[in-house]
């Protein structure tokens, strides 16, 4: 295989680079665009300085447009937008997904505890993805499935190629996305499970800028 050409310049010789090894992921076509890597990330700085497919812009608070917003606005990929499920959950987050395809988003993720009946709403006001979490194998995938979930967003910490596994033998079609872990062998196990596209949680901006700073003071 030729080697492929590079340019990084110099300002931007540092950016974040996802592992690698997640493009042997098949990935997921949404839109004409292949996804592979998604980053997990709401830091605006973080989101625009690495080279990942996506993001998954979710959070431990209320979803807020106008943090949607300024992560849509600031990222150079497409854009899945956390609209709720849990503590936010019926006709609020109908509208807040109906507002985040407004504001550009590739898709929308909905939270574990999302009812069906609400996923049904949420299809029938939206024209992009529904993303549904699952977390464990106890979860009622069938009628999440069955109301209109479009991908699978699978997050059970360490046991995530366990459940990737059982859930891509009941699902041999449906899409996933899942949390590959901190190496190398964690994201390659969680691929080869049957996970589509890989979420990468990047180092803070605290420890990027941290490492910077141990740079700067042996200069002195």
């Not at 080869?192 to 800028?209: C, H, K, R, V, W």
């Amino acid at each position: 295989m030729k080697e492929i050409p590079k340019y990084s310049g110099t300002l931007r010789s540092h950016s974040l680079n996802v592992p690698e090894c997640i493009n042997t992921a098949t990935g997921i076509i949404i839109f004409g665009r292949k996804i592979r890597s998604v980053v997990f990330s709401t830091d605006v700085a973080i989101i625009k300085n690495i080279n990942s497919d996506a993001v998954i812009a979710v959070y431990p608070f209320t979803p807020q447009p106008s943090i949607s917003q300024a992560i849509i606005n600031v990222s150079d990929a497409p854009v899945f937008v956390g609209v709720g499920g849990g503590l936010t959950s019926g006709e609020r987050a109908v509208r807040l997904a109906w507002e985040a395809e407004n504001q550009g988003a590739y898709g929308v993720v909905v939270n574990a505890p999302i009812s069906p009946d609400i996923i049904e709403s949420i299809k029938e006001h939206i024209d992009i993805p529904v993303i549904v979490t699952v977390v464990s194998e106890k979860q009622d995938v069938d009628s999440r499935i069955s109301a209109g979930a479009d991908i699978l967003n699978i997050s059970a910490a360490a046991k995530t190629p366990e459940l990737v596994s059982f859930i891509r033998s009941k699902y041999p079609g449906i899409p996933i996305i899942a949390t590959g872990g901190p190496t190398n062998d964690s994201i390659i196990k969680t691929i080869q499970a049957g996970a589509n596209a890989i979420t990468y949680t990047p180092p803070s901006n605290g420890d990027i800028f941290a490492k910077s700073m141990e740079k700067y003071r042996g200069q002195f």
